[in-house]
């Protein structure tokens, strides 16, 4: 297979980059011999409160899988994002926040910040939250949602953000699952013009008779619309707030200790709770920001991701603040009120790195130049690429349209599990191949295997697998280390298994294929299959179905469900309508199918399993080669399948 282009590194950027291709090379080679020697040189990056001795423990036999670093040193992670910069640059901005209307912005300082997550870390207290208790943030993307995060780090609570997109029985399963005791929300959020009801959703949400341990929710006044009260429960903001006092003190966390958990989709079951602990997720988001954005002091950083998944944790908030870094925040959508939104913003806050989702630079591509139209974006000196592969025609567009052939762009590979970015070129250092997330960041060790697990050397395909662990890798399933060990390190011993596949070409380059497990990648998102099928099994007229992805040009990957009605029910246009506004309401908006196909019966093994693979063939339109399917019990209802293709959408 040919690579297409390659860029060559721009001397003048490798020249005054914190690693160029000889740097990269050394630290990397010193990162894999001496893990030990390298993090704790480099686990220096944060102030400890007790320095650590030790720096990893570590095991993946998944007959006891223990990871810790730095396991005897304390810290606290709020402190590390504010504090020590007080000193030096406490009027520096921390946060420029856009607003979903174009005229509202505003910039908040670190000693602004500082303040207002002491006054909120207090306000918490008062309402009865210590160190070790679970908090449950439903946010809007606004300043206060970083400061309730940053609050619950500084005196030992751990957040579960949950995306401000899910529905209140999704919420509500996030709640259960985590005891949490206390929400944080706000009275609506603003996106794209439109109000989301957050404070109606959680409502909602804590009618669930299992939810038990929710003692108080916490509302943040956004847009000052009706909300119900309930005055036992509910209080505001702001007036908790104006009483606390804006000193409190950090509380002295040991590395080791949860700072968060996030719940992300696995091929079965119900969401996960990932958890996240504090010294080791630090040192590794800290410092994967400064290397792969090359960041300097001073400059203006974009991440576009929503607080709400992984990347908003890593590097909208907890990496560029541990560096003391400048760190934009955008309430509304990349394309509204146009298309040309986002390189407005650019222009506006002088932005030098961007670092956005193949999505949505595939849907601005669609749109021609209308998204640069008046811009000229020559603040930009860096783009950056993650949560999906992005195909090499979005790469082209990206590079020469957003950043006029002038910006390397860091395509970064990486997991809601893995904490921080695992594969990616370093912008002094690699040259890039568009499509290709390139090279590992230091200290971590890919590799392939068959699926037997045998490590497969040289130019090849195959399950990506990580040998080694990473300061910022998860450390268990919130409530259910097994579950973390049959997920990550029963397939391949000794391993952790990504669930991503990928292939190496001859320069060692990783090209990552996606997933090979029923996990979908929906412009960006993780969505089990598994449970978007739960939630359409539970509307009464679905006997049953079966969901798969399909190639689809924006997103990325489009939701096909294929669906058995119970005996008696006719299939109709209004039917399909219904179970389309089923999911959304049972998951959220991102799980709404995008292809419905009525299916009278689904290809199953003789032992009743649903041959995926098959079904998949035919959303793609892939009919001509279906593989074997003399396993099948009825091959009939395949070639029904395909027949009535035509009656999909
Ligand atoms: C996919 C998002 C190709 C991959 C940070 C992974 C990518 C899943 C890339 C994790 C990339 C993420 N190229 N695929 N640069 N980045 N992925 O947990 O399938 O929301 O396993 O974390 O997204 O999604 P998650």
Redesign the pocket.
Known sequence: MSDNNSYPVRADIAQQAWADETTYREMYQQSVVNPEGFWREHGQRVDWIKPFTRVKDVSFDYHRVEISWFKDGTLNVAANCLDRHLDTRGDQTAIIWEGDDPADDKQVSYRELHEQVCRFANALKSQGIRKGDVVTIYMPMVVEAAVAMLACARIGAIHSVVFGGFSPDAIAGRIIDCNSKLVITADEGVRGGRRVALKKNVDEALTNPAVKTVEKVIVFQRTGGDVEWHSHRDVWWHELTQLASPHCPAEEMNAEDPLFILY?SGSTGTPKGVVHTSGGYLVYASMTHQYVFDYKDGDVYWCTADVG???GHTYLIYGPLANGGTTLMCEGLPNWPDSSRMSQIVDKHQVNILYTAPTAIRALMAEGNAPIAGTNRSSLKLLG??????NPEAWEWYYKTIGDERCPIV????????GGIM??PLPGATALKPGS?TRPFFGVLPALVDNMGNIIEGATEGNLVILDSWPGQSRTVYGDHERFVQTYFTTFKGMYT???GARRDEDGYYW?T??VDD?L?VS???MGTAEIESAMVAHEHVAEAAVVGYPHDIKGQGIYVYVTLNAGIDDSEELKKELRQWVRREIGPIATPDIIQWAPGLPKTRSGKIMRRILRKIAADECENLGDTSTLADPSVVDNLIADRANRR
């Open positions: 992300t998944w992984i990347t690429s993650v949560g999906e592969p992005i395509d970064t590979w990486w997991q809601t599990e893995t594969i990616t997330a990504t669930g991503d990552i996606g997933r996990v990648n960006g998102h993780r």
